[in-house]
Structures are given as C-alpha cells and as structure tokens.
C-alpha cells in the first residue's frame, strides 16, 4: 500500500490568473511554474470567493465561505445571529490542525493575515513574514523582520522591509535588500530546510508569498527583466460599468491611484511582472528541494493566489471587486503518482476546495463548503454546477454577491441594487453588460443568489424575498487617504511641518544638527 503523499501547498499574494507563460502569456517568463504545469493539471475556472486578503486565506484555512467564516473583508469576523462564537466552532478545525490529527508534520512559512496576527492556526512550525508591524513586539517576533534584525542588521533600519506604501504603493520600485535576503528568499530558503526533514511522517506544508502584492519592488536584476514599453495597456470599458461598483474609484483614490496613466500602468506591470518571476525563481529553489526527496512522485503540489490585481483594467488598481481580473486565480494541481500531467481542465473550483484536496489526498475526505476536486479528476465526484461569490457586510449597502456558472457572471450590487451580467465566452474582458439584453440569465442567477443568501450567516442581505437595496451612493473623494508606515517605530503619518520627520531622526546626531545650525547663522537665517 502507497504512503500518504507529502503535500505541499504554495500561494502567491495578489497574483492575477493571466500570469503563466505555460498558459498563454508569452511575454512572462515563469519556467518553474511552467514545470509545475507540465507537472499536473492547471485549472482555467480558479476563482477566490472573495477576492480579499484575510477572508481568501480564512477560507482556505478552513473550507467554509464567507457566510460561515463571517469574513467579508479585511477586518474581524463577527458573528451572525445564532452562528457560533468562534471560527473553529463554526467551520471546524484549521486545516493544518486537520493534518496533524492525519498523521502529518505540520510546517507554516509566510503571511498569514490572521486576526489576531499571532492566531494559534495549527502548524507544528509556524514562521510568519507580515507586511505591516503594529507594534515592536510584533516587529521583534515576526520571524522574517528578526532574521533580518540578526542576520542582516544592515538592513535593520529600514521601516517598510518589502518596499515603501502609502504613496508609493503603485509607484515602481526595487527591493532594498539583494534577492537572498529578501523575504520571498527567505521563505524559499525556510521551505526547503523544511522539505528536507524526515521523521517518518509525510509532511503538509504552507508557503504563502508576500509578492507580488503591492508595492512592486522586485530586486536586482528581476526590477529590470521587463522593458515597460513592451507591455500592453490596461483594458478598460465604458466608466459607468467599470465603475458601476462604486468601491473601485473609492480604492484608487485612497491609495494615490487616482491618476494612473497607460504609461505609468506599464511600468507597473513591468515590475508586477519582475515580481512574478523572481517568486518564480524562488519556487524553483523549492521544487528542487522536493525533487532530491525519493519520494517525490509521491507529492501532492497546489500552487495557487489568494486573488488578484486589476493592474488598471475596467479603470481600477488593488482587488475587492468579481471582475476577472480581481477574482480569478492561478490553480495548479499536481501528483505524479496519481494525476495526468500537462492536462487543462475546466470546473469551476475556488480556494475552498483545497480543504478537501488536502484531506482527500491524506485518505480522509472533508470537503466542508467545497467540492472534492480529486474526486471529480477520478469521476467519484460531481463538478459544481456554480460558483458564488461574497463580499462586504450582508445588511450593508457595501454588500454584494456574485454567481459564475459555464458560461454567465452574474454580480449584485446592493449600493442602487444594480445589476451586471456578462457572457464570458464572447466577452472574456468584461465590457458588455447585458443585464437588460439577457433579463432571463440576470433572473435565473439572482434567483441563485437569493437562494445562497437564505444562509445564516448573509440572510441580513435580504429584505423579505428580496435583496436588501440601499439608495445608489456615488463615492466622493473629500481627500481621503490610507496611511501605512511603520506603527512598531511610532510613525502614523505624515508631519505637520517636514522638519518634524527629523526630530526623532537626529536625536543622536548631534553633529548633524550643529552642521544644520552653522549654516543657518552663516545664512543669515538662525
């Protein structure tokens, strides 16, 4: 009888579907994930239910949607009326909990973007790697910003360790730190210590990549791999559908995007795109360490992203939308023991379903809220007939749902209770919204989202029989801006008056200020 395989699941951040050589971007250059394709099979109707960073990786980690995780957007879960108090207690045990109970060694590397931050999530060896540091303990024991602290303190003082936000978060950048030490090196460098232990247990590990979620600072030479003039622009539609979802102009504005050019959009994709090949890269390291195990043919590899990025598409930067862009993923599944190889397939599947790919492969199926992905390649499965998306507060005008089958995207906004419907066969872009054309499709799939919406947990998006609707409220931008320095070293802002940035900088330079004080007097001005 066969072991139980390794499994190994790797996640990129903000990585959108189009992105793979293998798959149809010849301008990419991917060969490790091209490998992995040729490796298994790569699904081309992969999408994030909802397509934002906490709750995509809730789902995950537990194989319920939104509804019963209660994680809608990047804040806290709460609860519904009735629903249980705690995540485990309404969706069950984390994933990693799940595996060790299987007889797994257990490993977590990366970003976790759980709340709170230090969320007990099951992995024998947890090793986080955050964005952001809301304090000097967290800064002190996250385990990438310590390696660099012990490791690398040359690098110590840097505020932001994966490249300047705020402003700069869509302004093209390069990493400060060489492509060894940055933290996607070493997450790959933590994997394969990792892969290379044997204790007799197969192993269930979790790599999730920061990049190449903004900013886009790949290192050198990767900053430099893509001539911006040889990508192409983003793809827009007529404003009043793109921007039909009144949070995409309310994104843009609050991150400095307001005014994105087609030239600047290709100097961003030309670093997205150095972003994606320098993980790339990374993997490639990874993969070897898999591949000099004898038991090799006997691991299960998931590479997939949590969501993806507009990239100036439909006239909108970050995620948090169903456009394909935002909402649909990369999904490569392999098992060389088991599965065909360099094989496309075309079920509709979602990051909830790697709960039952996990435990399937481990011999003892869980699916939860997904569908059994392993059991439908075997054909002991059936495909879902469609796919639905959540995202924002039921009960709230933020809220909206969508469903995909085949065919037909069907999204619900319930800001003016509008409607948008789109045939992706003829229209994979998303220009033409054909709600009025095909009022039959827009029934019959909002029926479907009515019926989801009869769930516990998101029935406070109805009204009777009906979606909630609220009055269409037109986003307006009163300056409005989201602020992320670096809160373990006391920066909240920007100062008052620019001198204030150097106060706390020159405390101990006082040769610096003594220099700054002689020429002013010898000015004229002190």
Same mark, same amino acid.
């Given at each position: 009888?066969?072991?139980?395989?390794?499994?190994? /699941?790797?996640?990129?951040?903000?990585?959108? /579907?189009?992105?793979?050589?293998?798959?149809?971007?010849?301008?990419?250059?991917?060969?490790?994930?091209? =490998?992995?394709?040729?490796?298994?099979?790569?699904?081309?109707?992969?999408?994030?239910?909802?397509?934002?960073?906490?709750?995509?990786?809730?789902?995950?980690?537990?194989?319920?949607? !939104?509804?019963?995780?209660?994680?809608? /957007?990047?804040?806290?879960?709460?609860?519904?009326?009735?629903?249980?108090?705690?995540?485990?207690?309404?969706?069950?045990?984390?994933?990693?909990?799940?595996?060790?109970?299987?007889?797994?060694?257990?490993? $977590?590397? $990366?970003?976790?973007?759980?709340?709170?931050?230090?969320?007990?999530?099951?992995?024998?060896?947890?090793?986080?790697?955050?964005?952001?540091?809301?304090?000097?303990?967290?800064?002190?024991?996250? #385990?990438?910003?310590?390696?660099?602290?012990?490791?690398?303190?040359?690098?110590?003082?840097?505020?932001?360790?994966?490249?300047?936000?705020?402003?700069?978060?869509?302004?093209?950048?390069?990493?400060?730190?060489? #492509?060894?030490?940055?933290?996607?090196?070493?997450?790959?460098?933590?994997?394969?210590?990792?892969?290379?232990?044997?204790?007799?247990?197969? =192993?269930?590990? =979790?790599?999730?990549?920061?990049?190449?979620?903004?900013?886009?600072?790949?290192?050198? !030479?990767?900053?430099?791999?893509?001539?911006?003039?040889?990508?192409?622009?983003?793809?827009?539609?007529?404003?009043?559908?793109?921007?039909?979802?009144?949070?995409?102009p309310m994104e843009k504005d609050l991150i400095w995007a307001e005014d994105i050019n087609n030239p600047h959009a290709r100097v961003l994709k030309a670093r997205y795109y150095g972003e994606i090949s320098y993980i790339d890269w990374c993997i490639g390291k990874i993969l070897g360490a898999v591949n000099s195990r004898k038991d090799a043919g006997n691991t299960l590899i998931c590479f997939f992203s949590d969501h993806g990025d507009h990239l100036g598409d439909h006239h909108a930067w970050q995620k948090e939308s169903f456009f394909e862009a935002s909402c649909r993923i990369p999904f490569l599944l392999s098992w060389p023991n088991r599965i065909q190889k360099n094989k496309r397939r075309h079920e509709l599947i979602c990051l909830t379903d790697l709960f039952g790919i996990a435990t399937h492969a481990a011999g003892e199926t869980e699916i939860r809220e997904g569908v059994d992905v392993l059991g439908i390649i075997e054909k002991s499965a059936k495909p879902r007939e469609f796919l639905i998306g959540y995202y924002g507060l039921p009960g709230t005008f933020q809220f909206k749902i969508m469903v995909r089958d085949t065919k037909w995207k069907y999204i619900f906004l319930a800001n003016g209770g509008m409607e948008q419907v789109f045939d992706l066969e003829n229209d994979p872009d998303e220009l033409n919204n054909l709600a009025i054309e095909e009022k039959h499709i827009a029934r019959r799939m909002r029926e479907i989202a009515l019926k989801s919406c009869q769930h516990p947990g998101v029935r406070d998006a109805l009204k009777g029989k009906d979606f909630r609707i609220f009055p269409f409220k037109k986003w307006v931008w009163h300056g409005e801006r989201v602020y992320q320095f670096d809160l373990s070293r006391g920066i909240k802002k920007f100062p008052e008056k620019p001198e204030d940035a150097l106060n706390d900088w020159l405390k101990d330079k006082h040769q610096g200020r003594f220099i700054d004080q002689k020429i002013q007097k010898h000015n004229g001005t002190g």
């Open positions: 009888m066969e072991k139980k395989p390794n499994i190994l /699941f790797m996640m990129t951040d903000q990585q959108r /579907f189009d992105t793979i050589r293998a798959l149809g971007n010849k301008i990419i250059y991917t060969p490790n994930l091209d =490998f992995l394709v040729h490796r298994g099979l790569s699904f081309t109707n992969a999408y994030s239910t909802c397509p934002v960073c906490i709750p995509s990786r809730y789902t995950i980690r537990t194989g319920c949607e !939104p509804p019963t995780t209660r994680s809608f /957007f990047n804040a806290r879960s709460i609860p519904a009326k009735g629903q249980a108090k705690t995540m485990e207690q309404r969706c069950g045990v984390y994933i990693a909990k799940r595996m060790k109970q299987l007889g797994y060694r257990t490993f $977590g590397i $990366g970003k976790f973007h759980s709340i709170p931050w230090d969320e007990d999530l099951g992995y024998e060896i947890q090793m986080h790697s955050e964005e952001l540091y809301a304090t000097p303990e967290q800064r002190k024991r996250d #385990a990438y910003a310590s390696f660099l602290h012990r490791e690398h303190p040359e690098y110590d003082h840097l505020e932001m360790l994966m490249g300047e936000r705020t402003e700069m978060y869509y302004m093209p950048q390069m990493s400060a730190q060489p #492509a060894e030490c940055t933290v996607e090196g070493w997450a790959a460098q933590q994997a394969v210590e990792q892969i290379g232990i044997d204790d007799g247990r197969p =192993f269930f590990g =979790f790599i999730s990549f920061i990049g190449p979620h903004p900013p886009f600072a790949p290192p050198i !030479p990767f900053n430099r791999m893509y001539n911006p003039d040889k990508m192409s622009n983003p793809i827009c539609g007529k404003i009043e559908i793109d921007h039909m979802d009144q949070l995409i």
